[in-house]
């Protein structure tokens, strides 16, 4: 019994921790009598969690806020530069890697490059090295590390948080988590790469606040992540977002998932990579022997430079994008659709057909209500996001 009680007292002593912490964080800067107050408890106990709080250093004494009269209370706020966090998005061709403090500020951020696709074990080491080279020139003390994440261009299952299936990567049913927590010896947090982009929005982006927002990626494939009532939503096996399969021309390309039409076959960055090749090979033979990443950025300079043909390209991408964005729209009732990775690079190009397109398939009501912008981040979202992993569970997220 008295364990039981002492395991509950515990975890309530955490969550008022936690809460506490999201307090300070949100309102960056209150008393303890505020936070007595909005938190209905006891200022004994209030003082109590503060005390160890600042123990710690998660938050530090600053300043002096309003009195209603008297003494001028003492603020408190989060201690910027105490813990920090890793973020690392493993994709075919780099990993990314970022760390940042608790307050969301951003210590290091580099691209590492893979001469060629890495094994799981490989991706592991790789990280591991990485991570060592980091830390000594930052200079960050082992215990003031909350936790790594690690961004995933895949499913996970969401029971093992084994990699079901990595398709670019290569990789399926693996789990590096454990092996790369025992080399980094720290907590790992594995998420799929769209939805990291999600906690990347929703912590330091244009969804700060927003409950109901999709978060579209636009890579090789297409992602997403969807947050309902301020949570992820994961779906029954985990795999909810998988945007790039809707079904958005019944005629379209084959998929090579087996369907036709997917949305990846037509607006992904491979997708219009490659119907610029088709048009441009035409004239020029050489385009041929070009990589996709180089085809894109030829599309994408064309565009920019008003070629026609290349912005026409863009477009009808982004037609089928707003088609199924307007699906998300009716299925969702999201308050914002935010578009990133490769998308905020072309988006004054196409963001108005995007708009129109979603506006035939989404209800009205519901399409006037939402609204469709780009990421202010480019490809480091996913790194972004897996960096706040460990700081979301910090502040009880
Ligand atoms: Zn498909």
């Not at 890579?219 to 958005?248: C, D, L, M, P, Q």
């Not at 030829?298 to 707003?322: F, H, P, T």
Request: a neutral charge; hydrophobic letters at 40%; proline letters at 3%.
């Amino acid at each position: 019994m008295r364990e039981t009680t002492t395991g509950n007292n515990k975890y309530l002593k955490e969550l008022n921790k936690a809460a506490i912490l999201d307090l300070i964080r949100t309102t960056r800067g209150i008393s303890r009598k505020a936070l007595a107050d909005r938190t209905g408890l006891s200022p004994t106990a209030t003082g109590a969690i503060v005390r160890e709080l600042l123990g710690a250093q998660f938050i530090r004494e600053v300043g002096e806020g309003k009195s209603s009269g008297g003494r001028k209370p003492v603020m408190l706020e989060i201690n910027p530069d105490s813990y920090y966090s890793f973020g690392f998005d493993i994709d075919m061709r780099f990993i990314y890697t970022v760390v940042l403090d608790i307050t969301g500020k951003v210590h290091y951020e580099e691209k590492w490059e893979n001469h060629s696709s890495l094994t799981p074990e490989q991706a592991v080491d790789r990280i591991g090295r990485i991570y060592d080279t980091v830390v000594s020139s930052l200079k960050i003390k082992k215990d003031r590390i909350l936790g790594v994440g690690v961004s995933i261009p895949g499913m996970l299952d969401i029971t093992t948080r084994r990699i079901f299936l990595a398709p670019n990567l290569g990789w399926s049913n693996v789990d590096i988590r454990e092996s790369l927590s025992q080399r980094l010896d720290a907590p790992v947090y594995l998420d799929n790469e769209a939805r990291c982009s999600a906690f990347c929005e929703n912590w330091l982006g244009i969804c700060k606040g927003v409950e109901d927002f999709v978060c579209i990626n636009i890579e090789s494939g297409i992602g997403a992540g969807v947050f309902v009532r301020g949570k992820i939503y994961r779906g029954y096996t985990g795999s909810a977002g998988e945007v790039g399969h809707i079904s958005v021309d019944e005629n379209g390309p084959r998929c090579k998932c087996g369907n036709v039409g997917c949305l990846e076959t037509m607006a992904s960055i491979n997708a219009m990579a490659e119907r610029y090749r088709e048009m441009a090979s035409k004239t020029n033979p050489d385009v041929s022997g070009n990589t996709i990443d180089q085809n894109f950025e030829a599309l994408l300079a064309g565009a920019l430079d008003g070629n026609r043909a290349c912005l026409e390209i863009l477009k009808e991408a982004a037609v089928s994008l707003g088609k199924a964005i307007g699906y998300l729209i009716n299925a969702f009732n999201p308050q914002t659709i935010v578009i990133g990775k490769k998308f905020p690079r072309y988006a004054k190009l196409v963001i108005d057909d995007i708009a129109e397109s979603a506006a035939k398939t989404a209800l009205a009501h519901l399409a006037e209500n939402c609204s469709i912008v780009p990421s202010s981040f480019g490809e480091n979202s996913s790194a972004l996001g897996a960096a706040i992993i460990p700081i979301r569970k910090l502040f009880g997220k």
